[in-house]
């Protein structure tokens, strides 16, 4: 790719910066939007947790497939194809008639997502070659998430409350319609100089444990843990894993290239991604249902008292990244981690008349913890990489996020049912106990993870990986 200027290069970051906030808009705005489809379609809690994993799973299933055939068939034309289909997804999801044809559509804008984020974040790594230029464009890719998440709550709650939940699907149609033109526009094409083969085997493989793993945990309570369904798609998770390593470490070009794992900052950032996003995800799905179906606030209150954790995830993104540039990973972790835990132990405290300010000191606390993370997780997942396999890197950063994101949710909803003593409006709060205690174990693995694979050890590791290529 052509060297550009760098008023083009920050162009580039701007338009490839629009799909994660489109995506993370979308996060946000669903979530707020949970009880509003539970109202509409009578949906137990769940459907309410497919309505997310559903998109989710797809996700992380495709991420790596999608970051690879960028690499091989064009950046910007995948780029592309993703924003038309998620656009596509999004409008479809606004006239669904049932909650499983919501489902479904999401499925669709999860394929399109699937071509977003990680093919965004390759074509950013390959636009911005000087490492610390670099960290500091994905300081700005993250300070993104934070913004997505700050207007996510009070717009998604303006239209649930003004205009139905519909509404948060149909604002995403124009933004992508406007990223298609842009990206023809301004962002040049790029490619791996050795396109990589596609790899069906290692595909079906990844799809089959992903959704034995989360369909096993969403619907064995309702299905019973013991039986042959529950207990056959734990089998295929496990079979699935097994023959998944076998067989990519003896592929010449793998779907999941094995030796990336070889560097512990890489396999750290990798874990740390998928406790960090697994609070993430469970924080915003619980949330919601206490703010809303606990205690009675409209979408928009919700929205609003949810912003302060979007705002500090805005302003300490672009922190993390300066660090991470000029310091190295270890702060922005320990710092993360110690502020997950944190969190979840404060929420751990929350009762059906918890007053305003002890809401917003937990918030804050976590979006501190949370807008410190993303920027050593893909920065690990990028640097010291072959800028040639870029979008393959970064696709199995974004799925470890999305893998994440769906453990998150389903381990959260599962817990939540499973303790659940009458009503969701009436026994919310003692269910949910436990699920606030698992959001503060996942900051504690982010802290310990962040520490490890910081060390000189891990560092030793890494170089290794360069130095035998």
Same mark, same amino acid.
């Given at each position: 790719?052509?060297?550009?200027?760098?008023?083009?290069?920050?162009?580039?970051?701007?338009?490839?910066?629009?799909?994660?906030?489109?995506?993370?808009?979308?996060?946000?705005?669903?979530?707020?939007?949970?009880?509003?489809?539970?109202?509409?379609?009578?949906?137990?809690?769940?459907?309410?947790?497919?309505?997310?994993?559903?998109?989710?799973?797809?996700?992380?299933?495709?991420?790596?497939?999608? %970051?690879?055939?960028?690499?091989?068939?064009?950046?910007?034309?995948?780029?592309? /194809?993703?924003?038309?289909?998620?656009?596509?997804?999004?409008?479809?999801?606004?006239? +669904?008639?049932?909650?499983?044809?919501?489902?479904?559509?999401?499925?669709?804008?999860?394929?399109?997502?699937?071509?977003?984020?990680?093919?965004?974040?390759?074509?950013?790594?390959?636009?911005?070659?000087?490492?610390?230029?670099?960290?500091?464009?994905?300081? /700005?890719? #993250?300070? !993104?998430?934070?913004?997505?998440?700050?207007?996510?709550? /009070?717009?998604?709650?303006?239209?649930?409350?003004?205009?139905?939940?519909?509404?948060?699907?149909?604002?995403?149609?124009?933004?992508?319609?406007?990223?298609?033109?842009?990206?023809?526009?301004?962002?040049?094409?790029?490619?791996? @100089?050795?396109?990589?083969?596609?790899?069906?085997?290692?595909?079906?493989?990844?799809?089959?444990?992903?959704? #034995?793993?989360?369909?096993?945990?969403?619907? #064995?309570?309702? @299905?019973?843990?013991?039986?042959?369904?529950?207990?056959?798609?734990?089998?295929?998770?496990?079979?699935?894993?097994?023959?998944? !390593?076998?067989?990519?470490?003896?592929?010449?070009?793998?779907?999941?290239?094995?030796?990336?794992?070889?560097?512990?900052?890489?396999?750290?950032?990798?874990?740390?991604?998928?406790?960090?996003?697994?609070?993430?995800?469970?924080?915003?799905?619980?949330?919601?249902?206490?703010?809303?179906?606990?205690?009675?606030?409209?979408?928009?209150?919700? #929205?609003?008292?949810?912003?302060?954790?979007?705002?500090?995830?805005?302003?300490? +993104?672009?922190?993390?990244?300066?660090?991470?540039?000029?310091?190295?990973?270890?702060?922005?972790?320990?710092?993360?981690?110690?502020?997950?835990?944190?969190?979840?132990?404060?929420?751990?405290?929350?009762?059906?008349?918890?007053?305003?300010?002890?809401?917003?000191?937990?918030?804050?606390?976590? %979006?501190?913890?949370?807008?410190?993370?993303?920027?050593?997780?893909?920065?690990?997942?990028?640097?010291?990489?072959?800028?040639?396999?870029?979008?393959?890197?970064?696709?199995?950063?974004?799925?470890?996020?999305?893998?994440?994101?769906?453990?998150?949710?389903?381990?959260?909803?599962?817990?939540?049912? +499973?303790?659940?003593?009458?009503?969701?409006?009436?026994?919310?709060?003692?269910?949910?106990?436990?699920?606030?205690?698992?959001?503060?174990?996942?900051? !504690?693995?982010?802290?310990?993870?962040?520490?490890?694979?910081?060390?000189?050890?891990?560092?030793?590791?890494?170089?290794?990986?360069?130095?035998?290529?």
């Amino acid at each position: 790719m052509e060297e550009l200027t760098r008023g083009r290069r920050l162009l580039v970051l701007a338009i490839c910066c629009s799909s994660l906030f489109i995506v993370g808009l979308d996060s946000t705005i669903v979530n707020l939007a949970l009880p509003a489809i539970r109202s509409e379609f009578g949906a137990s809690v769940a459907k309410l947790q497919w309505t997310i994993d559903a998109y989710t799973l797809v996700l992380a299933s495709l991420l790596m497939v999608s %970051g690879s055939t960028a690499d091989r068939v064009g950046r910007r034309r995948t780029f592309q /194809v993703g924003l038309v289909l998620f656009g596509i997804g999004s409008l479809l999801c606004g006239v +669904a008639s049932t909650v499983d044809l919501l489902i479904a559509f999401r499925v669709l804008q999860a394929v399109g997502g699937s071509m977003l984020n990680p093919v965004a974040m390759s074509i950013i790594a390959n636009t911005f070659t000087n490492p610390r230029e670099r960290a500091q464009a994905i300081g /700005v890719w #993250g300070g !993104v998430v934070g913004l997505s998440m700050a207007v996510g709550p /009070v717009v998604g709650g303006s239209l649930v409350d003004a205009a139905g939940w519909r509404f948060i699907f149909w604002i995403n149609v124009p933004v992508a319609a406007a990223a298609v033109l842009m990206t023809a526009l301004f962002v040049p094409e790029s490619r791996a @100089a050795v396109p990589r083969r596609m790899d069906p085997v290692g595909q079906v493989l990844v799809v089959l444990l992903l959704g #034995g793993l989360t369909y096993g945990i969403i619907e #064995g309570r309702s @299905a019973g843990w013991g039986s042959p369904l529950i207990i056959g798609c734990f089998v295929v998770c496990v079979v699935a894993l097994v023959t998944l !390593v076998y067989y990519e470490r003896r592929r010449e070009q793998p779907l999941l290239e094995p030796r990336f794992f070889r560097s512990a900052p890489f396999s750290g950032a990798t874990l740390i991604a998928v406790c960090g996003f697994s609070a993430l995800s469970a924080f915003l799905f619980l949330n919601s249902l206490y703010l809303q179906s606990v205690r009675g606030f409209t979408a928009l209150h919700a #929205g609003l008292l949810t912003l302060p954790m979007a705002a500090m995830t805005v302003v300490f +993104a672009p922190v993390s990244g300066w660090l991470v540039g000029h310091r190295g990973p270890r702060v922005p972790l320990v710092v993360a981690g110690t502020m997950l835990t944190v969190s979840g132990l404060l929420l751990s405290q929350l009762t059906t008349t918890t007053g305003t300010v002890h809401l917003l000191i937990s918030y804050l606390v976590f %979006g501190l913890g949370f807008g410190m993370l993303n920027a050593p997780i893909t920065n690990a997942a990028v640097s010291g990489m072959p800028r040639a396999q870029a979008g393959v890197a970064a696709a199995i950063a974004s799925t470890s996020r999305q893998v994440g994101a769906s453990l998150g949710v389903a381990v959260a909803g599962t817990v939540l049912t +499973a303790r659940l003593v009458g009503s969701l409006e009436t026994g919310f709060v003692s269910a949910a106990l436990l699920c606030w205690y698992i959001i503060a174990g996942c900051g !504690v693995l982010v802290l310990a993870l962040g520490l490890i694979t910081t060390s000189r050890w891990a560092r030793r590791t890494a170089e290794d990986l360069v130095r035998a290529g």
